[in-house]
């Protein structure tokens, strides 16, 4: 049986800078509970390409996700390689409203490996979830901050 969740959030960062926050593996532990990344092949601080392998780790766990679909400002998606579910595809949407700033959808769809533990994953996972998108959108703001915070952004006074 396959299983979903859904969690949202809303940045007030442009799309650029939170995509940019999300194909950068070596963010994820600044904005998100993981604790530690690695990236298969290459640095965690450049950017990902569709292909690549991500290995995390939250304490004792560590969960291998390959990078499956990239749309510049728009998509981010992956699949869980190694892990409690037999299937696990996430997608991260991003959007940027009339108004300012980004909204960002965080899903995916899994099928667990053991019977009957579905409705827990998806109960844990909306949870754990939740702290990431919001990591990720409160990351996101402080790094345009800082970008239009910076020397060369700001206009020259004489």
């Given at each position: 049986?396959?299983?979903?969740?859904?969690?949202?959030?809303?940045?007030q960062a442009n799309p650029?800078?939170?995509?940019?926050?999300?194909?950068?593996?070596?963010?994820?532990?600044?904005?998100?509970?993981?604790?530690a990344v690695e990236v298969?092949?290459?640095?965690?601080?450049?950017?990902?390409?569709?292909?690549?392998?991500?290995?995390?780790?939250?304490?004792?766990?560590?969960?291998?996700?390959?990078?499956?679909?990239?749309?510049?400002?728009?998509?981010?998606?992956?699949?869980?390689?190694?892990?409690?579910?037999?299937?696990?595809?996430?997608?991260v949407e991003l959007a940027?409203?009339?108004?300012?700033?980004?909204?960002?959808?965080?899903?995916?769809?899994?099928?667990?490996?053991?019977?009957?533990?579905?409705?827990?994953?998806?109960?844990?996972?909306?949870?754990?979830?939740?702290?990431?998108?919001?990591?990720?959108?409160?990351?996101?703001?402080?790094?345009?901050?800082?970008?239009?915070?910076?020397?060369?952004?700001?206009?020259?006074?004489?």
């Open positions: 049986m396959t299983f979903t969740y859904s969690v949202t959030a809303h940045s650029d800078v939170v995509y940019s926050a999300l194909v950068r593996a070596g963010t994820w532990p600044l904005w998100s509970p993981i604790d298969a092949a290459g640095n965690p601080g450049d950017a990902q390409q569709a292909g690549d392998t991500r290995i995390f780790r939250t304490g004792r766990a560590v969960s291998h996700e390959r990078i499956v679909e990239l749309a510049k400002d728009k998509r981010f998606v992956y699949e869980n390689v190694d892990g409690p579910f037999r299937y696990y595809r996430g997608a940027q409203p009339c108004e300012s700033g980004t909204d960002i959808v965080w899903s995916a769809e899994f099928t667990p490996r053991l019977p009957l533990t579905g409705p827990l994953w998806r109960w844990y996972l909306t949870r754990y979830m939740q702290r990431m998108v919001q990591g990720l959108a409160r990351h996101a703001e402080d790094a345009g901050n800082q970008t239009a915070d910076s020397p060369r952004s700001r206009p020259l006074t004489m």
